[in-house]
């Protein structure tokens, strides 16, 4: 099955050919991101491999129906970029990769919320500026802190199993409860979540029902001096809001692996400021938010992973028709 690959990086291709001899299929590496500008190049493949930052949108789903490509595998466990309803009106199939290394992007998570809890950013500043004393980064402990964590999946509970080691008190909401959260955290409603967590973790995929669960009334719920994490999608987070409540220390600080319009930006090199748009450009200035482009996943663990299970999606679609991560 021939299948053009998008986004990956030279490492990864080392990775896959140590293991292409056991799957059915021959790989076409593309350096480019797949768009309306690329789709083009897909005439001739039965199935294309894409990133995150490759949005499946009607008018992609339709050129790739049309080039000849019967499946979409997606190497994440996220899949808001890809239109599903528009992929079944084509009669695209699709699969994603459920789980591939949790603990990266809970390790990352904490990380995260250390550096905002520490001042990690300002001390860096202050530093390159020849500033050593200690004014105004005096931080807080994450042990003294209830920590909320919103999405108990796998990475979620990952999290919650981290937060328990510092000795945080841990609240937890989801849809679908599960055990394992339940062994480690208290479930509460969302609005207990908000108003009674020193420190916000977002772990929950993106759907239409919580597009902008953080925006202007969730914060208003929450404790003065809040903080939040945000490792899941750009989506969940109204960043207007957030950036305004920054200003005003009602969030204290503001940590973020993900943003809405990332696709502009993402994967890039040589990007100007003025190509951001004004929220994510305001955003990077704050000495209280700490960015990082959407690397919470990549550890040499998680992408070996990714690889293998979008191998195996691939083998089971060449053999059956279908695969178990299907999503189509």
């Known amino acids: 099955m021939k299948v053009r690959i998008y986004g990956a990086k030279p490492d990864e291709i080392a990775f896959y050919h140590t293991v292409q001899d056991q799957y059915p299929v021959e790989p076409v590496f593309a350096r ?5 500008e690329t789709v083009s190049q897909t005439k ?18 339709r050129a790739l129906k049309e080039n000849g490509v019967k499946y ?16 079944r009106a084509q009669g695209l199939k699709g699969a994603n990769v459920p789980y591939y290394s949790p603990k990266a992007i809970s390790e990352h998570a904490i990380l995260t919320a250390l550096s905002i809890l520490r001042y990690a950013k300002k001390q860096q500043r202050m530093i390159a500026g020849g500033n050593f004393t200690l004014e105004g980064i005096q931080g807080r402990e994450l042990n003294s802190m209830t920590a909320g964590v919103i999405g108990t999946g796998r990475i979620g509970c990952e999290t919650i199993s981290f937060l328990k080691g510092f000795g945080c008190r841990v609240l937890a909401y989801d849809v679908f ?4 959260a339940r062994s480690m955290a208290q479930y509460v ?9 020193d420190i916000v ?6 759907t239409e029902e919580n597009y902008h669960l953080l925006d202007e009334a969730a914060l ?6 809040v903080y939040i994490v945000n490792n899941a999608r750009g989506g969940l987070v109204d960043h207007r809001a957030v950036l305004k409540d920054l200003k005003s220390k009602k969030v204290a600080g503001f940590g973020f692996d993900v943003y809405e319009e990332e696709a502009a930006f993402l994967r890039k090199k040589d990007v100007k400021a003025e190509q951001y748009d004004p929220v994510f450009r305001e955003l990077l200035e704050q000495e209280n938010a700490v960015y990082t482009a959407h690397t919470g996943f990549y550890t040499d663990k998680a992408i070996e992973s990714m690889i293998l299970v979008t191998l195996e999606n691939l083998k089971e679609y060449a053999m059956t028709g279908s695969c178990r991560n299907e999503l189509t």
Request: with cysteine.
């Open 32 to 36: 480019e991101i797949l768009s309306m």
């Open 44 to 61: 001739g493949f039965e199935a294309v491999w894409i990133l995150t930052v490759c949005k499946i949108t009607e008018e992609v789903a």
């Open 72 to 87: 979409v595998v997606t190497r994440s466990a996220g899949y808001d970029h890809m239109d599903l309803n528009a992929m």
């Open 177 to 180: 409860e599960n055990e394992r």
């Open 189 to 197: 409603p969302l609005e207990e979540l908000f108003s009674s967590s």
């Open 201 to 206: 973790f977002l772990h929950c995929p993106l």
């Open 220 to 225: 208003e719920q929450m404790k003065d001096g």
